[in-house]
């Protein structure tokens, strides 16, 4: 009897199922078009944490996670951009852009879906990431992207010089992270 429980403990995979936080320098960024060029805006100022499940070096699931930034850590490296971002975000109003997961699901060993709740201006959509996953030095490793409108958010795509420079509505979200483990509980 007791060869038989021995023989089936062994026989589990144990799955470690960990907390993690956001490490290092966390980038975010958002591209889009106007008629004058293509922009892009960066924050590296973003706080984060996750409850995430690996078997060995493969990334098995997220649970949970959520990710806050401020909205006026993004920056264009133009002043005046800067300006009409935060105006246009409602900046002073929703000092805070953020995305809370729902589910995550792995395609392969290391492409993802994240889909989750992304809350700008104060207006929340469901929004999917596509994810490219990876685990280095004891960090788990995303990138991902996505494609959102101003409008789906409640924004009008900002202008400037009277009109005639235009912004386009179609924006691109990118990100690259790395998640540090916190702690660890291990389940059969």
Not at 9 to 20: M, W
Not at 137 to 157: C, D, H, R, W, Y
Request: net charge positive; no cysteine; charged share 20%.
């Amino acid at each position: 009897m007791f060869s038989l429980l021995l023989g089936l403990s062994f026989g589990n995979t144990l799955l470690a199922q960990d907390q993690y936080k956001l490490a290092g320098k966390p980038e975010l960024k958002v591209k889009g078009t106007s008629t004058l060029h293509d922009w892009e805006m960066t924050s590296a100022q973003v706080q984060g944490k996750a409850e995430m499940i690996l078997e060995g070096n493969t990334l098995k699931n997220v649970k949970s996670a959520s990710v806050t930034m401020k909205t006026q850590s993004i920056k264009s490296g133009t002043d005046k951009m800067d300006a009409l971002a935060y105006e246009s975000l409602k900046a002073s109003k929703f000092p805070d852009i953020a995305f809370t997961l729902t589910s995550f699901r792995v395609l392969d060993n290391n492409r993802a879906q994240a889909i989750g709740n992304l809350t700008i201006a104060g207006t929340t959509k469901p929004v999917t990431f596509n994810v490219e996953t990876g685990t280095k030095s004891g960090l788990v490793q995303m990138a991902g992207e996505a494609n959102i409108k101003f409008t789906e958010f409640g924004i009008k795509p900002p202008t400037a010089l009277l009109g005639t420079v235009k912004t386009g509505n179609e924006l691109k979200l990118l990100f690259k992270v790395s998640f540090q483990q916190t702690s660890t509980y291990t389940k059969n």
